[in-house]
């Protein structure tokens, strides 16, 4: 298991920008996440970045269609963080996000759909964005 803690939500205008933290008790060998989930619907994840430094593919980024070219994950091993920037936030965003992490490995083409999976997700961080 690991420990996760997010911050950094908020409530914004559109097209504003947020860079969500989350602070981990260790790292995994393979990989970390973000996953959301709106009011009513099914959690949906939208970014994954290989985390373990002996892999070949260390430090690769993957993301849901819907958040390419908006999102960027991107981690700070010497302080366990993990970090989620949001450009040009958009309403549909709104959603509660959670910070996961996995020591299994999964292949990369399917890894960010199974974040909402992973085994660790810390309590979340709220993000409303207006109209």
């Known amino acids: 298991q690991v420990q996760l803690v997010e911050s950094g939500g908020g409530s914004v205008q559109a097209g504003g920008s947020l860079r969500l933290s989350c602070a981990a008790s260790?790292?995994?060998?393979?990989?970390m996440g973000w996953f959301r989930q709106a009011p009513g619907k099914e959690r949906e994840g939208v970014a994954a970045?290989?985390?373990?430094?002996?892999?070949?593919?260390?430090?690769?980024?993957y993301y849901a269609d819907s958040v390419k070219g908006r999102f960027t994950i991107s981690q700070d091993n010497a302080k366990n963080t993990l970090y989620l920037q949001i450009e040009t936030l958009k309403p549909e965003d709104t959603a509660m996000y959670y910070c996961?992490?996995?020591?299994?490995?999964?292949?990369?083409?399917?890894?960010?759909?199974?974040?909402?999976?992973?085994?660790?997700w810390g309590q979340g961080t709220q993000v409303t964005v207006s109209s």
């Open positions: 996961a992490a996995d020591d299994r490995w999964f292949p990369s083409s399917k890894v960010v759909g199974m974040i909402p999976r992973f085994s660790s």
């Open positions: 260790r790292f995994t060998r393979y990989y």
């Open positions: 970045i290989n985390t373990g430094p002996d892999n070949a593919v260390y430090n690769s980024t």
